[in-house]
């Protein structure tokens, strides 16, 4: 248990402190210092009341939907900026923000808690979020523009239940002016929400697992970064302990650094017999702690 | 090159990330996440 009650506390730290603004609660409005330029590395709403960084699919989206009007007033951005944070934090660590720091996938782990039957996600859903990166984050924002040459966020309008819960609803419920805009918009995104919330409770992080664009990205990187999870195939037999404590369902033994895994660790706690483990620049840990 | 592999991506991308931040993009993201984003809360 000791890497799932680190990561709990890891989870508990980043949401409270990617969401620090706490006066902006008091206003009705978002905090608007220099910082929030910054990526950071889960899906949290920059429009969140408190967020303190930027979105960086929000962020890619806008990038993306820009080029087009900033090529035609030769301004050279093209979203490198933030194609580069998230290089850089795929690249050492994979999908561990998944698994250790995103807040919406924090949430998700809490909604499984409820008691209930619980129902395995079919793994052919997992290729949709490769869909959703492609299409609604990519090519929409990128191909589709207005008179101003200014392509939407696709993604972030239509789908993301991440910023209907962190930004939507407290902004409706804190500011009257943006109260009385609301209309379909927000009632379909508030059903894609609630839908979401349903699947939570039956079903472990679906939203990570068929259509987090953020997930489809840094698991991607999961074979390619320099942390890597290990599998002693010597001391593994095959016993499929992993694969059923696992929350999204990768049998470690075959894919240990698959696009899925959300790197929680918890097959190394799951192994009876010591064979999975993680590596990190090409060293392993220390063994973990006992369990007290 | 796979175990280099994963150092020329970071490399790679914090030349990416200099090399934006140096084209204004940093700025532009600030702009974007200053302001409230109608999209993302469902009234654009």
Known sequence: ???????????IGSALGFNSYLPAWLKGQIFQGSIKGACIPVLNC?????????????????????????????????????????????????????????????????????????????????????????????????????????????????????????????????NSGIRGQIGFMFSWKMGILVLFIAWMIFSQRPFCRTTCPLGAIFGLFNKASLFQMVVDDEK???????????????????????ADCIRCLKCIESCL???????????????????? | MRRKLPVILFVASLILIVVGIRLGEFKAALEKAITICLNCIGIG
């Open chain 1, 46 to 174: 920059y429009s969140c009341p408190s967020a303190i960084g930027a979105c960086p699919i929000g962020s890619l989206q806008n990038s993306l939907g820009s080029i087009r009007f900033n090529l035609s007033v030769a301004q050279h951005q093209f979203g490198l900026y933030v194609l580069g944070i998230l290089g850089v934090v795929g690249s050492l660590i994979g999908r561990i923000p998944c698994g250790w720091l995103c807040p919406f996938g924090f949430i998700q782990e809490l909604f499984y808690k409820i008691s209930t039957p619980k129902l395995q996600i079919p793994k052919f859903l997992s290729y949709f979020r490769y869909v959703v990166l492609a299409l609604m984050v990519i090519l929409l924002p990128l191909l589709i523009v207005d008179e101003f040459g200014y392509g939407e966020t696709w993604f972030c309008k239509w789908i993301c239940p991440a910023g209907t819960l962190e930004a939507g609803i407290p902004l409706v419920a804190l």
């Open chain 1, 1 to 11: 248990m000791a890497y799932q009650k680190r990561r709990r506390w890891f989870q």
């Open chain 1, 273 to 292: 017999y010591g064979a999975v483990n993680y590596e990190f620049l090409r060293k392993k840990p220390l063994p973990a702690p006992a369990e007290k």
């Open chain 1, 236 to 258: 593994c037999i095959e016993c499929n302990k992993c694969y059923r404590d696992c929350p999204v369902k990768v049998k470690v033994y075959e894919t240990p650094n698959s």
